[in-house]
């Protein structure tokens, strides 16, 4: 059956790199439990997942694809399409190959350590429809354990990114209050809606079209800051926001908790938001 052209569509990109299989699946279920929820909420029509390999491993896409179509062809919540690249280009280039050829109304970058709340999409399509002047919006996210994570962020120094990523914990635990206020958690304490610089990439809910509009991410970076560069220039298109309603479990980590590769693009990725958009 059709759905009513009234209705919005949704595409998601969710790119790989030799991701954990088991969370994959987790990941992919709970995203077509919250479809099935946005459908029958009435706020969602036709929704699309576009599975993107970047890990450049016959092998392992043949099981990712495997563990992808055995989760939704078994559940049928949305269509599905998995693409294996031939060189990984980065994150971000990844999730442009499905982002700017889409049409839909609304594009959700999502990464393949996320669990979505069963409500998530509903929440998150229901204030989209209702405030058109948000151009994207970041969830409530939980880590595994069940502390808090704050994705959303004010524009970065030098001083907390280290502080952040790669200070011992008792230094952390002397600078909670500027790590705080970089990571706007006076804003993301409260229970309502609210308006913050910069949004993270590991659940990003955008309209597509300015989304398309700003050629989706800048991939002179590979992997880190893509984010950010693409919150900076969302904003002419509207506002930011944090959206407490929308809630995921994050099982990512820090940058310099996944060995020295990590390390180096994270410091090359800041060195070029720095450039581009300058120190604060």
Known sequence: MNEPSSVPSLTVSLVLHHSPLPQLAATVRSLALAVADARRAGVLG??????????????????????????????????????????????????????????????????????????????????????????????????????????????????????????????????????ARYEVRELCASPAVAEVPLLSGCFLLLRGRPARLCRGFDTGYFMYFEDFDLSRRLRPFGRLVYAPQVRIVHHGGYAANKGWRHVRWFLRSALRFFRQHGFR
């Open 46 to 179: 036709g929704a699309a997942l576009w599975v993107v390999d970047n890990s450049v491993d016959a092998p392992y896409a043949a099981a990712a694809r495997d563990a992808v179509a055995s989760l939704l062809d078994e559940t049928g919540a949305l269509s599905y399409r998995f693409l294996v690249l031939e060189e990984n280009r980065g994150f971000g280039a990844g999730h442009n190959r499905v982002l700017l050829d889409s049409e839909s109304d609304y594009h959700l970058v999502l990464n393949p350590d996320v669990e979505l709340a069963r409500d998530a999409l509903s929440a998150g399509l229901a204030l989209l429809a209702r405030d058109p002047g948000i151009a994207a919006l970041n969830p409530y996210a939980e880590a595994a354990d069940g502390r808090r994570e704050y994705l959303c962020k004010r524009h970065p120094t030098p001083d907390v990114l280290l502080l952040r990523g790669f200070a011992p914990a008792w230094l952390r635990r002397r600078a909670q209050r500027r790590l």
